[in-house]
């Protein structure tokens, strides 16, 4: 259930989590094709990826936990998020834990982060924004569709890339997390994503077709029996002052079925003023 108070008010000059995180290191329920035996074909394969959003609704929500993965100028930083999302309402929330500096230390908050159809909330996210506010990003005008903005992808938009996908391969049955699970891998198109995406979705996926200099993601995927989604690792790349950062984000769910209440921030309590890296 999500609690929505707000659904206006826009932090200004927003500075994409990942990318600030980088120059801060730098400088210091049905089985279907799912479970399909060993020697599938493309075809199915392709069926059982592009269709597990829709067992994800079926399975209503889950637990979640995330990383992103950045390389830029030999230094690799990883950012982490837990928490939980809800695929039928498209809302959930992450505790982000950003990386330690250069010099060891840690000297970041972790940000909370609450998702909604079309917005990002954030909160202890960067220099000059007050302890008690929070800033709101329309991801419809994000160049990447927050696919990489907050450090997390949005989980209801990491699945959504998967109705995009094209050259898919079966590469086995394994076990994660104790769990029997089949591996496919392929690319997905973000414009064909984006034009099947859930309404929900569209206009971030839409916003990130545009701003990708590639449209083509390479992906490897687990689901199980069900055909739900298990794990997701995304591979993308995108301009940080003139260099390319090479970005790696897992999505990983389990624990289906739990409750997922989301409170959003009313007005009072949205910072309207410049959000500093």
């Known amino acids: 259930m999500v609690v929505q108070r707000q659904r206006h008010g826009r932090g200004r000059g927003v500075v994409a989590v990942a990318a600030a995180v980088v120059a801060a290191v730098t400088a210091g329920g049905c089985s279907g094709p799912a479970g399909a035996s060993p020697g599938v074909d493309a075809r199915a394969a392709r069926a059982a990826v592009s269709q597990a959003p829709d067992a994800l609704v079926r399975a209503g929500t889950s637990e979640v936990r995330t990383s992103m993965e950045m390389a830029t100028g030999g230094t690799r930083v990883t950012i982490r998020g837990e928490g939980a999302y809800d695929f039928v309402g498209r809302h959930g929330r992450l505790k982000v834990v950003l990386p330690k500096d250069a010099a060891g230390a840690s000297g970041h908050r972790p940000i909370t982060e609450l998702f909604a159809p079309g917005a990002l909330y954030m909160k202890n996210r960067g220099a000059g924004v007050p302890a008690d506010k929070w800033v709101r990003v329309d991801t419809t005008t994000l160049a990447d569709g927050n696919l990489v903005t907050g450090g997390a992808t949005d989980p209801a ?50 916003a990130a077709a545009k701003g990708f200099t590639e449209d083509a993601v390479p992906f490897d995927v687990y689901l199980d029996r069900e055909g739900r989604l298990r794990k997701v690792r995304h591979r993308f790349s995108f301009a940080n002052q003139g260099r390319t950062v090479a ?25 309207a003023g410049k959000v500093k890296a």
């Open 247 to 271: 970005v790696a984000s897992t999505t990983l769910l389990y624990g289906f079925g739990v409750p997922v209440v989301v409170e959003l921030p009313p007005r009072k309590d949205i910072y």
């Open 157 to 206: 938009a990491a699945v959504e890339l998967l109705r995009g996908a094209g050259q898919v391969t079966y590469v086995g049955e394994e076990e994660l997390a104790g769990v029997p699970v089949i591996h496919y891998r392929g690319v997905t198109d973000l414009g064909r994503a984006a034009r099947a995406a859930s309404p929900q979705v569209r206009g971030a996926l839409a």
